[in-house]
């Protein structure tokens, strides 16, 4: 910024009253620059807000000069180094109105809906979020109706600015429909060649954008898009966040795990998408929603096929939490969610060894009194069937020996009354 100002000063006629001005201050920054690690913040500070004052008010005195533009630019500057972003977009509003040509509106409007954005982003105010949309849907209209050669220039402009918007709709929290919209265009005009071409793209690769689009559908209940992105998401090379994680992640939004569409989703999930390293963890989610409705025997029987089938990994998922030697994470909620389901299905002895198997494998996790109170009830439920058991049997031999009694009594009167008959 400083090169560019030194270069529309040389360019300035040697009568401008603001040429002094502009040597002055490039001057002044580059003190402040070179004194970096020994300027306080406050005195930073002050220094922006004072040389913000004089440069607007330099470029509202001499509003002719052909250095105007140059000292916005830096007033422009100023304000977003110091958080001022509600003052840079009204000097950005100014840059635009005085702009000749299209590109230099196009570029001064682009910045124009990025400052109100991040204003947006900051005060979660409606009327800053409906500046910063109306700010992007200008910088739009002018890319798309300037001449080819200047809209191809700034085709990765339009793609940051159905981003932008994506995101501002995503804050606003009621406006999700809008926001999944906005990520799906910039999705449709992201290109290879132009993420090559414009390296402010490299940070909204496909996968941010369908992850944005994903989750904002997800929010808006539209569970068929919702599993639609899912599929494309999982079908990507290199992903930083698994398919799979995205689904739970997706899913909990539409529905939350009580929800009786929740498991059905699940299952048509885990038929179509790719599998990956975090499927178990899609698995176990399934199981948590059967455990957490009370289907116990559904639960169990998909507990038991995750440490069948894919024990190894979820210890690798565990690692970093079993390496600290806290809790189990996963693990440790399979087994003591097997071991509850067991309990409830009167798998009393099977209980007990997966709850012993969890105190014997974690020690130190957080619930381990809390499964030791399970195994306690447990053990005396245990006990008190086998004394049920005991006393039911006892009953039985009671009865019969009385029954035996009976009978044999009747015999004897039977044969006695025939005796005194003959």
């Known amino acids: 910024m400083l090169f560019i100002v030194s270069q529309c000063v040389s360019a300035g006629a040697a ?186 793209l490299s940070l909204y690769d496909m996968e941010f954008l369908l992850a944005g689009e994903l989750s904002s559908y997800a929010k808006a209940r539209k569970i068929d898009k919702t599993k639609e992105l899912l599929i494309l998401i999982s079908r990507l090379d290199k992903l930083r966040i698994p398919a799979s994680l995205y689904a739970i992640q997706a899913l909990q939004s539409c529905f939350g795990t009580k929800s009786p569409e929740y498991d059905a989703v699940v299952l048509d999930l885990l038929a179509k998408l790719e599998s990956d390293s975090h499927t178990p963890t899609l698995r176990l989610a399934l199981a948590e929603s059967f455990f957490a409705k009370g289907q116990f025997q559904r639960a169990a029987d998909l507990y038991e096929e995750i440490r069948r089938d894919d024990i190894a990994d979820i210890v690798s998922m565990d690692k970093d939490i079993l390496a600290a030697g806290g809790g189990g994470g996963y693990l440790a909620e399979l087994l003591i969610n097997l071991g509850v389901s067991y309990w409830k299905l009167e798998r009393l002895p099977e209980s007990i060894e997966i709850l012993d198997e969890f105190l014997s494998m974690f020690p130190q996790d957080s619930r381990v009194d809390r499964v030791n109170a399970y195994l306690n009830q447990i053990r005396r439920h245990a006990e008190s069937s086998v004394t049920a058991k005991a006393s039911k049997v006892g009953g039985y031999r009671v009865a019969l020996v009385v029954g035996c009694s009976v009978i044999v009594l009747c015999v004897v009167i039977i044969v006695l009354q025939c005796r005194s008959r003959t």
């Open 15 to 200: 009568s401008d009253p603001l040429e002094l001005l502009l040597d002055e201050y490039v001057k002044s920054a580059q003190n402040i620059a070179r004194r970096k690690d020994v300027v306080s913040s406050q005195e930073r500070a002050d220094w922006r807000s004072d040389w913000l004052i004089r440069l607007t008010e330099a470029a509202a005195k001499y509003p002719d000069s052909g250095l105007v533009d140059a000292v916005l630019a830096q007033a422009v500057g100023l304000c977003n180094s110091s958080g001022n972003y509600g003052e840079s977009r009204q000097i950005l509003g100014q840059l635009v109105s005085r702009a000749d040509g299209v590109a230099a509106k196009i570029r001064w409007q682009s910045e124009r809906g990025e400052v109100s954005r991040i204003q947006y982003v900051i005060t979660r105010n409606v009327v800053d979020r409906d500046y910063a949309i109306a700010d992007l849907l200008e910088s739009d209209r002018l890319i798309t109706e300037a001449p080819a050669d200047i809209r191809g220039k700034h085709a990765g402009q339009l793609v940051l600015n159905s981003v932008w918007k994506g995101d501002v709709f995503t804050k606003s929290g009621d406006r999700w429909l809008d926001a999944a919209e906005s990520y799906r265009a910039a999705r449709e005009m992201l290109t290879r060649d132009l993420m090559e071409s414009d390296h402010r």
